[in-house]
């Protein structure tokens, strides 16, 4: 399933302030990037920290996992679509009604000339394990099965891809096809501390799974020597030496 569409590395800037963002990205000085904004520094910092990413020519995902009534969800869109964010997202959760308006939002409030950022859908976080999802959420179906049937509602309510593990990005590809983006966080390498992440996944494997996005956190923020975690865990997603 290796190498389909297109790949990319995006880094969580899970920080909780532009300073420590400069901070962080000096270490890339000349690097065009693919960050995410996620709740933390969007909450913190507002929009324009999004503005200044983009000025900085980086591209960037805006995370704030938008779960809401559709008419809420819709105005938000077009309010985020402003911004100029590559990727956003919503919970598949919302249902399909709250994922069309979470689209036509987009679409409405994309301004001419600019690219409708895509429109991605969470499916189960990387943090819940089907135990948990099981026997608190009372979702009494096999996580995988869950993701899939998530992944299919995305689709149908015309979103780009979704979020999940790279453990399931197979199965979604087979389901959804090869168009449809696979999103996935909980990377570490096999060394790496979990944290709270339980469905994790090396980024070689996230390859041979064929994601099309994985997005990494703490193994490249947290590490001592930022620019050569990012370059070491590039070449062993993307398969090549750099
Ligand atoms: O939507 C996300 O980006 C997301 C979904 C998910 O299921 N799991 C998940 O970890 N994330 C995000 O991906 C990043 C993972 O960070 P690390 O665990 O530090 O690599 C965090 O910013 C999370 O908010």
């Not at 919302?94 to 895509?118: I, Y």
């Not at 980024?203 to 956190?217: H, T």
């Not at 020597?225 to 090549?240: M, S």
Request: charged share 20%; glycine share 10%; aromatic share 6%.
């Amino acid at each position: 399933m290796e190498g389909a569409g297109s790949m990319s590395l995006i880094i969580a800037l899970d920080f909780p302030n532009r300073t420590e963002v400069e901070r962080f990205l000096s270490h890339f000085a000349g690097e065009k990037l693919y960050v995410k904004v996620g709740m933390e520094l969007f909450y913190s910092e507002g929009p324009g920290i999004v503005s200044y990413l983009k000025e900085q020519g980086h591209q960037v995902f805006v995370d704030l996992k938008l779960h809401d009534i559709p008419n809420t969800v819709k105005s938000a869109m077009r309010s985020l679509a402003r911004l100029g964010a590559d990727m956003v997202n919503v919970h598949a959760a919302g249902g399909t009604k709250m994922m069309r308006a979470a689209w036509e939002g987009l679409a409405e409030g994309t301004p001419a000339g600019q690219e409708r950022p895509l429109c991605i859908a969470v499916t189960q976080l990387t943090s819940t394990s089907e135990t948990v999802m099981q026997q608190e959420l009372w979702i009494d179906k096999p996580l995988q099965e869950t993701v899939l049937h998530y992944a299919q509602l995305a689709k149908e309510s015309g979103l780009d891809g979704v979020v999940c593990s790279a453990l399931e990005a197979e199965a979604v590809r087979n389901a959804c096809g090869n168009g449809f983006h696979t999103v996935t966080p909980g990377i570490r390498q096999a060394a790496d501390s979990t944290d709270d992440q339980i469905r994790v996944v090396t980024p070689e494997d996230a390859r041979k799974l064929g994601s099309s996005y994985i997005v990494v956190g703490r193994s490249i923020t947290g590490a001592e020597h930022p620019l050569q975690a990012y370059k070491t865990i590039q070449e062993q997603w993307e398969g090549i030496t750099l």
